[in-house]
């Protein structure tokens, strides 16, 4: 059985694409990127912020250094099924990503209690991480996902999310996948991911397609557009 990475440093290019221009792009792609196994699938965050959303206020002001913290699920899990805890930081424009697994019901604990299951030099850094910002579990956010990788290059993968949904309420993992939506039903977010320079037949497929990329963040983009918004409705903003 293969091992579960756990540390990942690469570039990341997101782009929001249309349903339409979505299909052409999978037609060009075909010859060069195979679907995996899991065909689609659907991912579970919570995602770990201050109570005045601290990390992610900072993140949209587009620092050359910016982090966030997420417990991740594929699928919605039991209290034994695994799930990762993910320490993600972005430092001028790479992506290094730092995670470690323990069942839901553990991780949960962890998380919210800082309860440590075991002797773990990641688990170590992100309850230093929790404590620095005191962090606690602030939005939930499922969406699903087509993800291709190379057929020369297996650590060449695009993944294609839909249905991007959140929810402020019954932030756990063990508590259904729905939400309201985050995008137009009909937008898609691609996400390339590549530890070097593109390739030159992708790079040209999307020129043809006119498919640009852009700055994005799902739970950027759920702060600003919803719950943001909804604190200025309600009378009340963070500064």
Known sequence: MAKTQTVFARYEKKYVVSSKKYAKLIEKITPY???????KYTICNIYY???S??????????????EKLRIRS???????????IELKKK???????????LPCAIAMDYMNRCIMP???????????????????KQTYIA??????????????????????????????????DDGAPILDHNDILMEIKMPLAMPLWLSNILNELEIYPCSFSKYGTCYREHIFAQEKIGGFVYV
Not at 53 to 66: C, V
Not at 124 to 134: C, T, V
Not at 147 to 166: S, W
Request: aromatic share 16%; glycine share 6%; hydrophobic share 30%.
């Open 143 to 176: 969406y699903d996902r087509m993800a291709y990788f190379g057929k020369e290059n297996h650590d060449l993968r695009i993944t294609f999310d839909f249905d991007l949904r959140y929810r402020l309420d019954h932030c756990d993992l063990r508590f259904k």
């Open 53 to 66: 959303y601290e990390l992610i206020r900072h993140s949209l002001d587009k620092p050359s250094y910016k």
């Open 33 to 39: 990127m195979a679907l995996d196994e899991y065909g």
């Open 74 to 84: 594929y699928g919605t899990p039991h209290d034994e099924d695994s799930v990762f």
């Open 118 to 136: 075991k002797n773990d030099q990641i688990l170590k850094e992100i309850g230093w991480f929790i404590q620095r910002y005191d962090l606690s």
């Open 91 to 101: 430092v001028n424009g790479i992506v290094y990503k730092r995670r470690t697994i």
């Open 49 to 51: 912020d201050t109570d």
